[in-house]
């Protein structure tokens, strides 16, 4: 239940950081959601990056999108594996 929370809220967060560049909100909220968007993207997008760098070729062929949901959700994706196994 808490790692389906996690999930949701960052989803959340994806949203509302992805809604003010279609939308921008009043001067001192865009600025803090940029640097968020940016934190978001820089963070997530290495540690996306790692796990590929680190999968064999099956494992990438088995779960085509493993790293996608690594890149959205974040630490609560790999959470989710480990009580998976």
Do not use: C
């Not at 808490?2 to 909220?29: E, Q, R």
Request: charged share 20%.
């Amino acid at each position: 239940m808490f790692i389906f929370i996690g999930k949701f809220l960052y989803a959340i967060m994806w949203l509302f950081l992805l809604f003010n560049l279609i939308h921008p909100y009043p001067k001192p909220a865009n600025i803090v959601a940029y640097f968020g968007l940016a934190a978001f993207t820089i963070t997530h997008g290495l540690q996306a990056y790692m796990l590929q760098s680190t999968m064999t070729n099956k494992e990438k062929e088995d779960d085509k999108f493993k790293a996608f949901r690594l890149f959205i959700f974040g630490v609560f994706e790999s959470l989710s594996w480990k009580i998976k196994k």
